[in-house]
């Protein structure tokens, strides 16, 4: 079965300093790997998604996220964050044998301090 | 506008009466999806479709139900609902193609419903 862990609830860091948040999961294979955001009251929005080619991927408003299948891993980065990214943040993957579910990490809330 | 829209954005009922929440996409998208969100359950599926006429379960789907007529919308029926059944609702869309699983979703704002 597949899962997503991200073992932080609650992440704080400075406005300007890097911030990550972390992800790991478990499918039977290779997986298809995605992170949303989620403001107060919104629905999810998609920041970005492996599927194949260079582990380094950059997605929206200067996210990236690096794959790691050694450690099956997918953490997302910032190099320098702003006080608006603080928001939920969801990780999630998808089997490519699986069908079309996606699972759903428990979500990180990001607290950036001015 | 185009996205995807969900009514009502609140709700609050009673015990056993049935509800029914809007999805509405103007993208054409194939799948759609319903999702529920819970403080420390995440987001669980509830129902999926791959296309209309066709709908298939998710995590959770006792005590709904779901039919899909036409391409842009995907209605949820809580048939009796019950206090368990509040919670948040997300419908979604993908544009993928069958047996592709690359496509990212795209969520609706949510429906609060509350039973009381």
């Known amino acids: 079965a597949q899962s997503v862990a991200q073992p932080e609830d609650q992440v704080n860091v400075a406005e300007g300093n890097p911030l990550t948040v972390k992800c790991t999961y478990s499918v039977s294979g290779n997986p298809y790997l995605f992170w949303y955001v989620q403001y107060p009251n919104r629905g999810l929005q998609f920041l970005l998604k492996?599927?194949?080619?260079?582990?380094l991927v950059k997605g929206s408003y200067g996210f990236e996220a690096e794959f790691n299948k050694s450690q099956t891993s997918f953490h997302l980065k910032k190099p320098s964050a702003l006080v608006s990214d603080s928001a939920l943040y969801f990780c999630a993957v998808r089997d490519r044998g699986y069908g079309q579910n996606f699972v759903f990490g428990p979500g990180t809330r990001l607290s950036v301090l001015p | 506008d185009a996205g995807i829209t969900q009514s009502p954005r609140y709700k609050i009922t009673e015990t056993g009466r049935q509800v029914t929440l809007m999805c509405h996409q103007t993208?054409?998208?194939?799948?759609m999806f319903w999702y529920r969100q819970d403080l420390g359950h995440g987001l669980r599926l509830i129902y999926y479709?791959?296309?209309?006429?066709?709908?298939d379960k998710g995590e959770v789907p006792d005590g709904y139900v779901v039919s899909r007529s036409k391409t842009e919308n995907f209605p949820l029926t809580l048939e009796s609902a019950t206090r368990s059944q509040t919670s948040v609702y997300f419908c979604?869309?993908?544009?993928?193609?069958?047996?592709?699983?690359?496509?990212?979703?795209?969520f609706g704002e949510g429906s609060r419903l509350t039973v009381l």
């Open positions: 492996y599927i194949t080619g260079d582990n």
């Open positions: 479709s791959a296309a209309a006429d066709i709908t």
């Open positions: 993208w054409s998208h194939s799948y």
């Open positions: 979604a869309s993908s544009a993928q193609r069958q047996g592709d699983g690359t496509g990212e979703l795209f």
